[in-house]
Structures are given as structure tokens and as C-alpha cells.
């Protein structure tokens, strides 16, 4: 098997059975009190959870978030949770397509039109990776799957760790600006376990994004993974490194409150979503949407596709209860929902918001 190859086995194995959550950081999702409605005025059956991405409708703000893709068991999994966001009516984010590109052979573990016809299927290319490819590359590469839209994800902090991994981050903004005017589709920017701050987001708006994934600290490090491989293969400097860093990032609650004052078309709130009530706490911060990763792989892993539907029904049904609860009729409804922010997510809205302004 390539070193990409392996790699991404890795990864799968670590993300569905290993300990790589963070350490100590959450997601801060926690400190979002919701204001209950005692008189919500409505029916549980009414909620209505759909909303529309990228000019698509789902029947519920979630998207099965980007993991996979470039080996035979990695094509097998995005195969089984494309047909599930498709039964379910939700989003499908496809793993890093690097594979892909460098590997022609491995398209096919990336393919999943043919079994997902009406889903809204996000691609995946590095800002790095894309960096060195022709805008026409790029998009070849998304043509190829049926992508609707594509994420351009950044992860240096992950690359730093990994043995052998990237180390030049130079040119990405230009990059982005690059793909967001040359592509045809919606680019959506994605951090990948230590978020984006909104210094970042500036800049990124600057560059024509409309879009972004937060993607943020509190769910799975990164660093983590590349740290466990680093002790695996005896890479002593690597296994350091990631130690000092495993918790390192913005997490997901405060990313999502300090983007969503900035303009954001669209806010993706993944990192540490794991229940319909973090759905709800970041929907109230202002996401659109929230993506979910490793916790869909992990009720896969562990009961095959009923294991992950019925985790599946578990969000939803905390979903909608919390909307009925808040009397919230709808998404948009639930995104005013009134709300109260305490502890340190409210320490970082302060502070850090603060900073930012003062910096413009």
C-alpha cells in the first residue's frame, strides 16, 4: 500500500477505535444556555427542520462531515455514509481527494453519485495541495465525483506533527481567492480540528469566501492522530511535538459565536458535534448548519448501518425537542432563539472579540 494509502487507513482505524479526542479543551457548546418556552404554541409534529445548502434542500442542518476516501475500506465507508445521507436527507462531505489526485486509481473510493443522485456532496482538496495544481486540475477532480461544492481545508497544525508532512503554508490566501473565482461552485474553507478565528475570517472574506466549515477544537485532534502515529512508527520528535500541541485550537462554540457576526453566507459548525443539543446550542450561536464526523464513524464501526442510524435518530429527536422547547417552528427560528452565554465561551467572546475589533 502507497504511504497515502496507509496513512489513511491509519486514520480511519485511530478515528473509529483510538483515543484522539481532545484532552481537556471542549467545544464550549456547553456554555449556551437556551431560554425554555414553557408556552411554545406549537405542535412537535410541525418543527420543520429542513433547511437549503448550496441550493439544496435538506431535511435536517446536518451534513456527515469530511473523512475519507483513497483505499479500498475508506471507499467502502464513504459508500455507507453517502447512502445514509441520501435515506436521511442530509449533506455528505468526502475526505481529502490528495489520494485522488496523486493516485488516478483510487477515484473510485471517492465515487458516490451513483448511490447518493439527490445529495448535497461536498469535495475536498488542500489548500496546499491546491496551491500547486491549475485551477482546471481542481476541478476535474471535483467533476469527476459529482461534488456541488468543495472545501478547501487547512491544516498545518496536523501537518507539523505528521512525520513528513507539509511545512510551507505560504500563498494559501491567494490560493483560495484563486479557486473562489476561477471554480464555477461554491468553495467552502475548512479547518480541520483547531478552527478559525475571526482575524482569519476577515481575510477570508476579503478573498470573496462566502462560506466556511469552523471545524473547530473540542471533538477529534488532529494532532492527536498524527501524534499516535508518530509513537507508532518511533518518530520521538514528532510523538513530542504532538503531545504539546493535542489541545491546541479555537474551539467550535467560539469560532461559530465570533464568525457570525462578520457576514458568513454560510457557517458550518463541525468539531465536537455529537448530540441534536450541540446541534441546537450552535445553530443559536449563528451556524447554518453543524457537520458531524467521528461519532457517525463510530456508531458505524460499532453496529454496522443500523448502529448509525439509530445514533442518527438521536440527534434528530434531541434536535427537534430542543426546537419545540425553545418554540422554535423552524431552523431560522431557532437561529434567534433567545439564549444565554456563560463561562469561558463567554470569555472568549469578549476578549477575543474585542481583540478583533480593535485590530480592523
Not at 491567494?174 to 481575510?203: D, F, H, N, Q, Y
Not at 467560539?254 to 459548525?269: R, Y
Not at 437561529?335 to 444565554?340: F, L, N, Q, T
Request: include cysteine.
Amino acid at each position: 500500500m502507497s504511504g497515502i494509502g496507509q496513512r489513511k487507513d491509519d486514520h480511519l482505524a485511530l478515528c473509529a477505535q483510538g483515543d484522539v479526542g481532545f484532552r481537556r479543551a471542549s467545544t464550549l457548546l456547553e456554555c449556551v444556555r437556551l431560554v425554555h418556552d414553557a408556552l411554545p404554541e406549537l405542535s412537535l409534529s410541525d418543527v420543520d427542520t429542513s433547511i437549503t445548502l448550496f441550493g439544496k434542500t435538506l431535511k435536517a442542518p446536518l451534513v456527515i462531515a469530511s473523512m475519507t476516501g483513497g483505499t479500498e475500506e475508506a471507499g467502502r465507508i464513504n459508500r455507507e455514509l453517502a447512502t445514509i445521507a441520501e435515506e436521511r436527507g442530509y449533506g455528505f462531505g468526502l475526505g481529502s481527494q490528495r489520494a485522488m489526485h496523486v493516485r488516478p486509481e483510487s477515484s473510485s473510493t471517492y465515487r458516490v453519485r451513483e448511490l447518493a443522485p439527490r445529495t448535497l456532496v461536498l469535495g475536498n482538496v488542500g489548500v496546499v495541495q491546491a496551491r500547486s495544481m491549475a485551477t482546471g486540475e481542481v476541478r476535474t477532480l471535483l467533476e469527476d465525483v459529482g461534488a456541488d461544492g468543495v472545501c478547501v481545508h487547512l491544516n498545518p497544525a496536523m501537518e507539523i506533527v505528521q512525520s513528513g508532512g507539509d511545512r510551507d503554508f505560504s500563498l494559501g490566501l491567494s490560493t483560495i481567492a484563486r479557486l473562489v473565482s476561477e471554480l464555477g461552485i461554491p468553495v467552502m474553507v475548512k479547518e480541520t480540528g483547531c478552527g478559525i478565528a475571526p482575524s482569519v475570517g476577515r481575510r477570508l472574506l476579503g478573498a470573496g469566501v462566502r462560506h466556511v466549515d469552523v471545524s473547530g477544537a473540542g471533538g477529534t485532534s488532529w494532532v492527536g492522530v498524527e501524534t499516535k502515529r508518530a509513537a507508532a512508527a518511533g518518530d520521538e520528535q514528532a510523538r513530542h511535538l504532538g503531545d504539546a500541541l493535542w489541545d491546541w485550537g479555537m474551539p467550535t462554540g467560539a469560532c461559530v459565536a465570533l464568525l457570525a457576526p462578520l457576514g458568513f453566507e454560510t457557517i458550518v459548525a463541525t468539531g465536537g458535534i455529537g448530540t441534536g443539543l450541540d446541534v441546537a446550542r450552535a445553530l443559536a450561536l449563528g451556524a447554518n448548519a453543524a457537520g458531524i464526523a467521528r461519532p457517525v464513524l463510530r456508531a458505524l464501526s460499532a453496529g454496522g448501518r443500523q448502529g448509525a442510524m439509530k445514533f442518527l435518530d438521536s440527534v434528530e429527536t434531541e434536535l427537534r425537542a430542543a426546537m419545540l422547547l425553545t418554540g422554535s417552528s423552524d431552523v431560522r427560528s431557532l437561529r434567534h432563539a433567545p439564549h444565554v452565554v456563560v463561562g469561558e465561551l463567554g470569555a472568549w467572546m469578549t476578549q477575543l472579540g474585542r481583540e478583533d475589533r480593535d485590530r480592523k
